[in-house]
Each structure stands twice: as C-alpha cells, then as structure tokens.
C-alpha cells in the first residue's frame, strides 16, 4: 500500500514540473521573425555557405594546396589546380585554384577546412539560404564562392 502511495506522490511531482514549464513559458511573448522580408540574425561564429576570399590587391587567396580537401571529412571539397603566369595572374602564389566546388549535399559544416587553410582563402559566410528544389544546385562552383570585387562599402 506504501509502494501505491509513493507512486501517485511522484507522478504529481512529475506533473507539476512539467506543467511548470508549461505555464511559465506559455504566457511569455513570442518572437517572430519576418524572414522572406527582413534577414534574420544570426550569430557572429555561425557556420553558412563558404566564402572564398581575396587579398587586398583583388588576388583570390586559394593558392591550390588542397589542405582543406584533405581536412574535410565528408570529402565534398574538389579543387583543380593551375599554374600562374606572367601575362595571366590569378594569385599571389605559384598556383591557383582553376576549379574549386563545394558539395552541400554532403558539407556538415563542421569547419575543418576553415581552420586547415594556411592563407585564409576559405571562411564561413552568413549566408543561410541552401534550400533549392534540385540537389544539383547544391554544387557550389568557385564562381558563387568567391568574394565579390572590388569589397562592397561598409564591410
């Protein structure tokens, strides 16, 4: 009988927590977000669709030394290399990155190759927008990653 008397006393504890929480967040005022119409904020160490960056000189960064593929554990990092010359440069290094495409079908943005990248070529952006009705879409070529030239005012 003791047992059956313990029971029912800890259910009413366990409904009175729950329902606490349910009483005091019900009556709190809701948040909404006008997405299509206002860009919503995000966090400054948020994690969003890869920017490939530019010196100061307008030179991409990527000097094509695949360290950020290699760091990547879900492998959607292609790159192809290519030489710099004296009449075409692309770079300040050696090589650049003639190919650089990023599969967000397979990205977990864990940002392993924002760490791995000795020149700072690649960063996360704020970007939250991936959500297209075709998975091919979801291939990112080095020409929707790299950062706009000359830099847009108030960067």
């Not at 669709?49 to 290699?70: P, S, T, Y």
């Not at 990547?72 to 090589?95: F, L």
């Not at 990248?117 to 979801?138: S, W």
Request: aromatic share 10%; glycine share 6%; proline share 5%.
């Amino acid at each position: 009988m003791a047992s059956v008397i313990g029971e029912v006393g800890e259910t009413f504890v366990t409904l009175y927590k729950g329902f606490r929480v349910t009483l005091r967040t019900m009556f709190r005022k809701t948040t909404t977000e006008n997405f299509p119409q206002t860009a919503p904020t995000v966090q400054p160490r948020y994690r969003g669709i890869h920017v490939l960056q530019r010196d100061e000189n307008g030179f991409e960064k990527c000097v094509a030394c695949f360290l950020c593929a290699a760091a990547c554990p879900a492998n959607c990092i292609y790159i192809e290399a290519a030489e710099n010359t004296a009449t075409e440069r692309i770079s300040a290094g050696e090589r650049y990155a003639k190919a650089y495409n990023i599969d967000y079908s397979r990205c977990i943005f864990c940002g392993y190759c924002v760490e791995a990248c000795p020149t700072d070529a690649i960063t996360h952006g704020h970007n939250l927008e991936l959500a297209p009705y075709d998975i091919n879409a979801l291939i990112y070529r080095k020409e929707q990653l790299l950062e706009s030239w000359p830099p847009r005012a108030g960067r």
